[in-house]
């Protein structure tokens, strides 16, 4: 069974709320075998709710909408659904009572509009909602199933842990999903593809996806099988020929950002990092202090953005340039002899003049500093985020090494 989510209300057109229902939905889908092929968000508007809910009907077995079934005109799904389908409603005598004794509950009286919410397509089987007043509705139809749910996540997640997933488990066959999560570093998406897509293109089960950021790169196998057992075996009949052509480029096999996986092999090794930053103005030191418990393994920063504060707090020699191997080497250096960190990271270069890009990163311990020189594109937010990554994925290798 395939599925599509679409989630209504205008509010979630805006930048300040986030459809975070579908997220949850897909999840628990999921552990049914049921693979969800679409999501949309879509305004309060009946004409244009009613063409998506009538396109989704006509190309998944599963649609659930979610929202837009409050008692105000603006909420649209129940007339839409209705006009969709080519459905009539008619009001619900057990919604009414459910809505009666909640607002007794709370010392209130409904209004008249209270009993919008109470219309039921013809043919569908009423869900109660214990934590609100909208009730949910399930039609099953012509091999499909329509779902309509209420959109507040408190009222949402209840009814369908308690409504929606025992009747979908009962007319599925057994169906499980399983998945390999591959984190790739600092390697061009076309790069990418053109070493893998001999291996995965040859199956559509697993199904493959490749989602690209600056530098970091994640690739998703997804098997769907009647047994965890079988669903396995063909994740490793493709990921594993994957993982060998990567190598040591692949950073994360369980989603884990590059912060967590650096703060780990720090922790399991004992060892501790400080940070001089120029260019990148705090980013590194920000990243490994994002994880809880990093002050285990952080000694600390310095955030160096003048010539004259490099030398003074990290000893730079005067006249060093301040974009050069010779600056990187030296802040790395520095940091390591004030902090007695067993590593350091450096970090200068220029993220928007003419030199744009230009970039050096060392990489100091108790034995040895390294410097390396970068030509990184794109504008200052992804030639910054590029340093970070770069300077925390040597930092990495070293670790393992």
Known sequence: ????????????????????????LTQHLNTLGIEVVAKAVIGDDRARLTDAIRDSWAHSQLVILTGGLGPTEDDVTRDAAAAALSLGMSENATAWDAILARFEKFGRTPTVNNRRQTLILDGAVMLPNPNGTAPGQWLARDDRVLVLLPGPPRELKPMVQAEILPRLAAMLPPLVIRTRWYRVALMGESDLDQLIAPVYSKYTNPATTILAAAGDIDIHLRARCETPEEAEALLAEVGDPIAALIGDKIYSTNGDAMEVVVGKLLREKGRTVAVAESLTGGMIGQQITSIPGSSDYFKGGFLTYTDEMKTQLLGVPEGTSAVSEEAALAMARGALVRTGADYALSATGYADSDQAGLVYIGLATREHVHARRLKLSGDRHRVRTLAVLNALDWLRRALLS
């Open 1 to 24: 069974m395939n599925a599509e989510i679409l989630a209504v209300g205008s509010e979630m057109l805006t930048p300040d709320k986030v459809d975070t229902n579908s997220l949850y």
